[in-house]
């Protein structure tokens, strides 16, 4: 696990706060759930064999309860569906901290942040434009430019059951040529293989059979609304065959954004689809169920490497240097922060050259600068940092206004 460090952690906030910006006006509401649940709301995820489960940080708390840290963001906001019984259509967002057990790697961490937006109660397939229309929206408001959409439907659980067999079949007919590890994934969960980047797998993925071929009328009819709604709203898409989700619980739409600027194993900046039976499975009514994950630190590495979305500067209205002993910094930064204005200042009563060493090093405007003169005067020294103004000394009452109506510098 990682730390954040500033300013990079701001960055980071900064996405969820535009997230926010996004969503909120479109009907979403922030919901806050929990970082441990009781692990069988995420373990049912699992249920298909290769599931989150095997990723998961599992533990007993002191009270003998058996507990995970989450690995998505999804179970959650359905088992708080299933517990209070909201109104639907439930629209809410997301965001926060994951735990996976997966090997890091570039854009692979092990704690990671997730925004996440989820719909329950709504089977509208122009539900699932509106979903894949906020991500897209989401990604150009960051600037980025080089991201692709893919979409694809996995049809009702009947026609994939029928593709998921023949699928099998056809992979199991060519499991001479598979990677021994893509075997083991055939045992378990044969959808998963198309998401095999091995090599070695690629002739029997692009020879296999493809779910658009087991659509019943419903499922096709579902998907074409999708894809004219998206034509309608003027998103490019790419419909993928082989975009599936392992997951029992996923049908019909799916969808990912791939930032172009990554490299090929970790692009997938966000991904969801549609779902059915995690409400059930937690306790609640029978509840259709969309949403969409979006993953704020491979969001920033893509942003990173289209130049978009750059760190704010650090904009400091003023630095106090304060060498009467530090109590009139004490009051003044209190007051001028009051007033608004961005201020810090100087500890442990150091030298003024070395205060003023840190005023520099700050990027603030101007050093307000208080010595034993001013102190008895009532008066501040008022020094730009930037730029080739004049140094004043002006009256303490005044020096609010005088900040406010200065022009503002960033470094
Ligand atoms: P998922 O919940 O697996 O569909 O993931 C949704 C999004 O979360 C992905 O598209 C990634 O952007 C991000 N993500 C998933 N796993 C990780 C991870 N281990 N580290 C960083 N980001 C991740």
């Given at each position: 696990m990682r730390d954040v460090l500033p300013p990079q952690s701001a960055r980071a906030r900064r996405l969820v706060d535009e997230f926010a910006r996004v969503v909120e006006p479109a009907g979403y509401g922030e919901l806050a759930v929990p970082l441990i649940e009781d692990v069988g709301v995420f373990s049912r995820l699992g249920?298909?064999?290769?599931?989150?489960s095997k990723e998961m940080y599992e533990f007993e708390d002191r009270g003998g309860r058996h507990v995970a840290l989450r690995p998505e963001i999804t179970a959650g906001i359905c088992r708080s569906y299933a517990q209070?019984?909201?109104?639907?259509p439930w629209k809410v967002w997301s965001a926060g901290p994951n735990f996976r057990y997966e090997r890091p790697q570039r854009g692979r961490f092990r704690q990671f942040d997730q925004v996440d937006l989820e719909v329950l109660g709504v089977d509208d397939p122009l539900l699932d434009v509106e979903v894949i229309a906020l991500g897209w929206e989401f990604f150009a408001r960051l600037g980025l430019r080089r991201v692709r959409l893919v979409v694809n439907s996995l049809g009702e659980p009947d026609d994939r059951a029928r593709y998921v067999e023949a699928l099998a079949a056809h992979l199991g007919d060519r499991?001479?040529?598979?990677a021994p590890e893509t075997r083991q994934t055939l045992a378990n969960n044969?959808?998963?293989?198309?998401?095999?980047?091995?090599e070695q797998d690629q002739a029997a993925i692009t020879a296999a059979p493809t779910i658009g071929d087991f659509y019943s009328d419903a499922a096709a009819g579902h998907f074409d609304q999708v894809r004219r709604g998206l034509d309608r709203l003027g998103i490019p898409y790419d419909v993928d065959a082989?975009?599936?989700?392992?997951?029992?619980?996923?049908?019909r739409t799916t969808f990912e954004y791939l930032?172009?600027?990554?490299?090929?194993?970790?692009?997938?900046i966000g991904g969801g689809g549609r779902y059915d039976g995690l409400v059930e499975a937690v306790g609640g009514p029978p509840t259709p169920g969309i949403g969409l994950a979006i993953g704020v630190d491979r969001t920033l590495i893509a942003c990173d490497d289209e130049g978009v979305f750059p760190l704010e500067p650090t904009a400091l209205d003023a630095f106090v240097v304060d060498v009467t002993g530090g109590l009139e910094a004490a009051a003044l930064t209190s007051e001028l922060r009051a007033a608004g204005l961005a201020v810090d200042r100087g500890f442990d009563n150091r030298s003024m050259k070395a205060q003023m060493k840190l005023a520099n090093r700050s990027g603030a405007a101007v050093a307000v600068i208080v010595g034993d003169d001013e102190l008895a005067a009532g008066s501040v020294v008022v020094k730009p940092m930037y730029g080739d103004g004049e140094q004043a000394t002006i009256p303490r009452t005044e020096l609010i206004s005088h900040l406010i109506d200065q022009p503002k510098v960033t470094t």
């Amino acid at each position: 696990m990682r730390d954040v460090l500033p300013p990079q952690s701001a960055r980071a906030r900064r996405l969820v706060d535009e997230f926010a910006r996004v969503v909120e006006p479109a009907g979403y509401g922030e919901l806050a759930v929990p970082l441990i649940e009781d692990v069988g709301v995420f373990s049912r995820l699992g249920e298909a064999g290769e599931g989150v489960s095997k990723e998961m940080y599992e533990f007993e708390d002191r009270g003998g309860r058996h507990v995970a840290l989450r690995p998505e963001i999804t179970a959650g906001i359905c088992r708080s569906y299933a517990q209070h019984r909201p109104t639907p259509p439930w629209k809410v967002w997301s965001a926060g901290p994951n735990f996976r057990y997966e090997r890091p790697q570039r854009g692979r961490f092990r704690q990671f942040d997730q925004v996440d937006l989820e719909v329950l109660g709504v089977d509208d397939p122009l539900l699932d434009v509106e979903v894949i229309a906020l991500g897209w929206e989401f990604f150009a408001r960051l600037g980025l430019r080089r991201v692709r959409l893919v979409v694809n439907s996995l049809g009702e659980p009947d026609d994939r059951a029928r593709y998921v067999e023949a699928l099998a079949a056809h992979l199991g007919d060519r499991a001479d040529e598979l990677a021994p590890e893509t075997r083991q994934t055939l045992a378990n969960n044969p959808l998963r293989v198309l998401d095999s980047k091995r090599e070695q797998d690629q002739a029997a993925i692009t020879a296999a059979p493809t779910i658009g071929d087991f659509y019943s009328d419903a499922a096709a009819g579902h998907f074409d609304q999708v894809r004219r709604g998206l034509d309608r709203l003027g998103i490019p898409y790419d419909v993928d065959a082989k975009l599936v989700r392992g997951l029992d619980y996923y049908r019909r739409t799916t969808f990912e954004y791939l930032a172009e600027s990554l490299d090929s194993a970790q692009n997938a900046i966000g991904g969801g689809g549609r779902y059915d039976g995690l409400v059930e499975a937690v306790g609640g009514p029978p509840t259709p169920g969309i949403g969409l994950a979006i993953g704020v630190d491979r969001t920033l590495i893509a942003c990173d490497d289209e130049g978009v979305f750059p760190l704010e500067p650090t904009a400091l209205d003023a630095f106090v240097v304060d060498v009467t002993g530090g109590l009139e910094a004490a009051a003044l930064t209190s007051e001028l922060r009051a007033a608004g204005l961005a201020v810090d200042r100087g500890f442990d009563n150091r030298s003024m050259k070395a205060q003023m060493k840190l005023a520099n090093r700050s990027g603030a405007a101007v050093a307000v600068i208080v010595g034993d003169d001013e102190l008895a005067a009532g008066s501040v020294v008022v020094k730009p940092m930037y730029g080739d103004g004049e140094q004043a000394t002006i009256p303490r009452t005044e020096l609010i206004s005088h900040l406010i109506d200065q022009p503002k510098v960033t470094t």
